[in-house]
Structure formats: C-alpha cells, structure tokens
C-alpha cells in the first residue's frame, strides 16, 4: 500500500537558520506529493505541491522538489522566522480514494 | 464565511454518549473526508464520500457512522463514544486545482472531542 515517513520532531531551529524537513513515500504508480502545513488552532492548509518528476513546488519561501529516483520530497527553507512555527505533513495522492499523510513534524522557530 | 465550517469546534461528552459532528462547505467539491488526528499519527482517514450515494470506509471507521445528507453537509456520528474516541477531528473536501490539475483538500478548522 501507499506510505508517507517523515522525519520525527519536533525540529527546534533558531530565526534565519535553514530547514530541511525529510519526507520519503511509497506508492504504486506515479503520485502527486503535496506539502500541508496546520497553524496552532487551525486546520490544515496545502503549502505546496508537484505533480510529476523532478518537478519543484514552492511557496512562501519553501520549496520542495519530487524526486522519484530516491522517492523522496524534502521540504526546504532557507531562512525561518518565527512565524513559520507549525507542524508540516508531507502527503500523496495518487488518484484513487484519499490522500496519505505523513505523521507530521513540529517545527518550532525561536527569536 | 469558511469554505469548510465544522460544528462544534469543541464538546466534552461522557462515555456512552451519541455525538454527531457537522460539515458543510461552499467549494461545491463532490469529494468530502472525515479524518481524526491524534498526536505522533497524523491523520488518518475514519470515512470518506464521492457524492450523495457513494459512502466509503476509511482505514478506521469502527465505531463511526456518517451521513451525507447532501453535496454540502456530511456528518460524522459516534453512536457510544469512548475515551479512545478523544482527538482532533478535520472534514475535508477534495477538488482539482485550476492550474496544475491535481487533487487538493481544502480542511476545516477542525472539531475537538473530549470523551471522559
């Protein structure tokens, strides 16, 4: 069956630093992988997505490019703010019933 | 007003109890999913629907029921809740993004269930 493992957290970084945040996927046939992140006291919200190989997603300053070599879709920002502070659930899709989630990592951004 | 509003946003209840759990939505999508979130397992998929007539089970539908009452609302009811039952719940809906074609959730806000 399809599966999402992301990296466990939480990841505490300090404003500025880079993040990278691992996501590695299972799936049969050629998915669409998506990154949602979920504000305290909010729902879910998608970040970004790719739909095919070596395609890159990006919003908000983070990217995230899919790798199906590796299958892989690592979440990446090059200078985190205190904001950013949220747990991010790597996801796929490929087409049938529902997306796969990952079990989220908490990133928390101190000043 | 939210695209997915979910009511309520938090109950406590007491074993034994029947809860039900609204959503309705505006994005007009035909794909609706109730997920539960719990912490250091993400979310996992309790039912979903592709329109009216189409309910489906998810990898954790015991002891959960739904309705789909129309393209709008779909419920989610826990006939006896239990304390395991205790965790964040999420309506979702599903529809193709304009630009690239892919399949994206929109997520409501969440409903909190607390059952002693």
């Known amino acids: 069956g399809n599966s999402v493992t992301q990296m466990e957290g939480p990841v505490t970084l300090s404003e500025e630093a880079f993040l990278t945040i691992n996501c590695t996927y299972t799936?049969?046939?050629?998915?669409?992988l998506f990154w949602y992140v979920q504000y305290p006291g909010e729902g879910l919200q998608l970040l970004l997505k790719?739909?095919?190989?070596?395609d890159k997603g990006s919003n908000k300053g983070f990217e995230a490019t899919y790798r199906k070599e590796t299958t892989s879709f690592h979440l990446e920002k090059g200078s985190v703010q205190v904001s950013d502070s949220a747990v991010y659930f790597c996801?796929?899709?490929?087409?049938?019933?529902?997306?796969?989630f990952g079990s989220g990592t908490r990133l928390q951004v101190q000043p | 007003d939210a695209d997915v509003t979910q009511t309520p946003r938090n109950r406590i209840t007491k074993t034994g109890k029947r809860i039900m759990l609204e959503c309705s939505q505006t994005?007009?999508?035909?794909?609706m999913y109730w997920y539960r979130q719990d912490p250091g397992l993400g979310l996992r998929l309790i039912y979903y629907?592709?329109?009216?007539?189409?309910?489906n089970k998810g990898e954790i539908s015991d002891g959960y029921s739904v309705s789909r009452q129309a393209q709008a609302k779909f419920s989610l009811s826990l006939e006896s809740a239990i304390p395991n039952q205790t965790a964040l719940y999420f309506c979702a809906t599903m529809g193709a993004d304009a630009s690239s074609g892919a399949n994206v959730l929109t997520f409501g806000a969440g409903s909190r269930l607390t059952v002693l």
């Open positions: 799936a049969t046939g050629y998915p669409s």
């Open positions: 790719a739909t095919k190989a070596d």
């Open positions: 994005k007009g999508h035909d794909r």
């Open positions: 996801a796929l899709d490929t087409g049938r019933r529902a997306l796969t």
């Open positions: 629907s592709f329109d009216v007539k189409d309910i």
